[in-house]
C-alpha cells in the first residue's frame, strides 16, 4: 500500500460516491456539490496519467491503465492522488466521485472520515442510459455492456457498494425528487 505525509490534526469528511456505470453517481456528485468545498472525480486521476502517458482516453484504455496502475503503484493508488490534491486545497468537506475499491475507501479514512454512498439503477436502466447518452465508447450492446461491468466489479466496486453506509436507487425518481432526497441526506451528514 502506498503512503503519504501525516495528515496532522487535519480532519477531512471524504463523502464517497460509487456504483457500477450509468448508475447516476456523477449526478448524485452535482446534486450535493453545493454543500461540499469540492468535489474530485477519481476517473479524473486516471485521465490525467492517460494523458502524460500518451495513451487515447477510450473507456477501454483507461480501464486497462487503471488496472495496470493498482498492479504498478498498490491498490490504494488513486485515493493517495486524490488525497495529495485535497492536501494542497484549503478544504473539509470533499465529494470523491468514482471509488472502485475498499483499498481506496480504507486510505482516505487514514485521513478524515469516510461516507460511502452507493448509487444503484437496474443493469437495463444503465445500459438504456449509456447506450443513448452519446458518450465516445460508450457500450453499444448488450455484451460491451456486461463485459465493462464485470471490468468494474474485477477492480472492486461490488464490495464498496455492499458496504456503503448509504443506498440511493436511482430508478424512476425523477431529478427533483431524487435531489430532495439526497440533499436531506447528505445536509446532516455535513452539519456534524
Known amino acids: 500500500m502506498l503512503s503519504i505525509r501525516e495528515s496532522g490534526n487535519t480532519k477531512y469528511l471524504f463523502i464517497c460516491i460509487t456504483g457500477m456505470p450509468g448508475s447516476g453517481k456523477s449526478l448524485v456528485a452535482n446534486i450535493i456539490r453545493h454543500l461540499a468545498d469540492t468535489v474530485i472525480s477519481m476517473g479524473d486521476v486516471i485521465r490525467r496519467e492517460a494523458f502524460r502517458r500518451g495513451i487515447a482516453p477510450t473507456p477501454k484504455a483507461l480501464m486497462d491503465l487503471a488496472k495496470n496502475i493498482r498492479r504498478e503503484y498498490g491498490l490504494n493508488y488513486v485515493a493517495v492522488e486524490v488525497v495529495k490534491e485535497v492536501m494542497e486545497r484549503d478544504v473539509n468537506v470533499v465529494v470523491v466521485d468514482g471509488v472502485r475499491s475498499l483499498d481506496e475507501v480504507k486510505t482516505l479514512g487514514e485521513y478524515g472520515e469516510v461516507y460511502v454512498i452507493a448509487v444503484h439503477s437496474s443493469p437495463r436502466t444503465r445500459f438504456l442510459r449509456l447506450s443513448t447518452r452519446g458518450r465516445d465508447g460508450d457500450p453499444k450492446d448488450w455484451y460491451e455492456f456486461t463485459q465493462r461491468d464485470l471490468a468494474e466489479l474485477e477492480l472492486g466496486v461490488g464490495s464498496v457498494i455492499a458496504l456503503a453506509d448509504l443506498m440511493i436507487?436511482?430508478?424512476?425518481?425523477?431529478?427533483?425528487?431524487?435531489?430532495?432526497?439526497?440533499?436531506?441526506?447528505?445536509?446532516?451528514?455535513?452539519r456534524r
Open 169 to 190: 436507487v436511482n430508478e424512476g425518481l425523477g431529478v427533483d425528487d431524487l435531489t430532495n432526497y439526497v440533499v436531506g441526506r447528505v445536509k446532516g451528514l455535513v
